[in-house]
């Protein structure tokens, strides 16, 4: 059995596992995000007490470099995150380890997981949004991860804002309220004074956050209108949400767009994801084996 | 030299055309979009007349069914176009031409044509927006345009709307305020009780229009991060239009995306397309061209 190694790194924690191209996790580590630096080292760490890998896939919190004819490839590019800006993530395993490394988006990652083993199966095009401390989007169009000069930043993208409803100003330092700044967790704790998973079910937050996302995957839709989107992250947590999203994006795509895949109630288009946890580290393990199978190593779109 | 067939249908005028792959038209006819049947008809003949051609290319006015494995393939779809719901168009010219055709909607067409011969040579991903009677977007994600579970319908993607500055309601039947029903010519024309093309340059209305275009195009920048993006159509047609957009969309997009393609200023990112009155029946032949391309016929996602 050929064994892979997948690695997501999130702002406070990484976890490195090694696992097969079936979904079996067989070592897994989780540590704390520190300096680059200290962090690297202790993936190196693990990946050289593990059993051999052929091939690792790393899912990274965002922006990261993703064009492998730049020099600073699989980088963490301008983040607020100290001392990981212009951070080499990639070059550094592939170094240590002499083994190839898969890179990309945390959310593609976790797309390209949920594609091979969980809530996407049998898609061609499938979007992952997490809506946490931020909201990022994996836009799988095909088989890779779709980038254009940029990897996808959906979290930044403008949706109608009410001030006389709802006069706050948005957390987003870029934008202020974009979709991100208006709906992601911390937004929601200092909009209503607590954190989102104080507020009761039946809070008038929930209708607002509901029509906020359903916003910005409308406009998802009528853009790229993937075959299916997987909505999760720690917002989705609370109980009725994803109900709420569903029947606000129903209405608010008028039924413009015919297809038996959005058929009333939006109930198998807009799905909450399977992986559970692990879906960060399997979605990197998933890349590493998408990218590792012989079929897909010259493929047109194939980062590396 | 091969010749091949262009058909551009819009809502009033179709115009019909033979070319080379080399964009030069040898012969061409307008024709007015009557009924499906009439119409039709007129095209066919048009092409029985003409020299004989490889391929023909169609971009049609939307939306369309461009499914290749749907028994509605090329066909008219849901249009408010009185006779034209459900009218079958390149199956019709198929049989009765006995050629091939490569069915798409007008703005993909035209983003063929313009990456072929205009203002989009060189980029491996081009958006192209146009501004008219509606707004409607053609994406090339790699060679071929894109479609999910439907074309892209970008124009109705929603957008900050300010009622308290601009208390109009918007003009789409199926959205009311979406980008299309509050940017389109004829929303510009009930707002301000005047067609577009009188307003003068230092109207207002030109201030509200750049704001909303550029909103939307700020979400396809964040969505799908074209390598270029072309802006045309009628109501660009207005002195100085383009550069307010240019300006607005730079503040929107508020430095977040780090390319070197989205240079100060956006003199090189946001472009007017360069095919002029032609630009839809070239890129109808441009699209006989692509796949007419020995390389191209077997390519994955090639509509036919």
């Not at 990484?14 to 630096?37: H, K, M, N, W």
């Not at 909201?135 to 991860?145: S, T």
Request: glycine letters at 14%; charged letters at 15%; aromatic letters at 6%.
């Amino acid at each position: 059995m050929t064994l892979v190694g997948g690695v997501e790194t999130g702002g406070s924690w990484c976890v490195c596992a090694v696992g097969s191209c079936a979904g079996e996790i067989v070592a897994r580590q989780r540590l704390a995000t520190t300096s680059p630096e200290e962090t690297l080292a202790a993936i190196i760490d693990f990946f050289k007490q593990a059993p051999p890998v052929a091939r690792i896939g790393v899912g990274s919190f965002g922006p990261v470099d993703l064009d492998p004819r730049s020099p600073t490839w699989g980088y963490v590019m301008a983040t607020p995150k100290p001392g990981w800006e212009h951070a080499s993530v990639a070059r550094g395993l592939e170094q240590a380890l002499d083994v190839k490394v898969s890179f990309e988006t945390d959310v593609a990652a976790a797309a390209i997981g949920e594609r091979r083993w969980g809530a996407g199966r049998g898609t061609g095009s499938l979007a992952y949004m997490t809506v946490g401390t931020g909201i990022g989007v994996g836009l799988l169009l095909g088989q890779e991860p779709w980038h254009g000069i940029s990897h996808p930043e959906v979290g930044h993208v403008r949706v109608p804002h009410d001030r006389a409803r709802d006069p706050f100003a948005g957390t987003c330092p870029y934008h202020g309220d974009c979709l991100e700044g208006l709906a992601c967790g911390p937004a929601l704790a200092a909009r209503w004074g607590r954190p989102a998973e104080q507020l009761q079910a039946d809070h008038p937050a929930w209708e607002l956050e509901a029509e906020y996302l359903a916003a910005g995957l409308a406009n998802l839709v009528f853009t790229v209108a993937p075959e299916r989107i997987i909505l999760g992250g720690g917002v989705l947590a609370a109980p009725g949400l994803l109900a709420l999203v569903r029947a606000r994006l129903e209405a608010l795509l008028g039924g413009y767009i015919q297809s038996p895949l959005l058929a009333p109630g939006l109930e198998r288009y807009l799905v909450a994801p399977a992986l559970g946890d692990d879906a960060g580290v399997l979605g990197a393990i998933a890349l590493a084996c998408q990218h590792g199978e012989p079929e897909n190593r010259s493929a047109p779109g194939l980062t590396r």
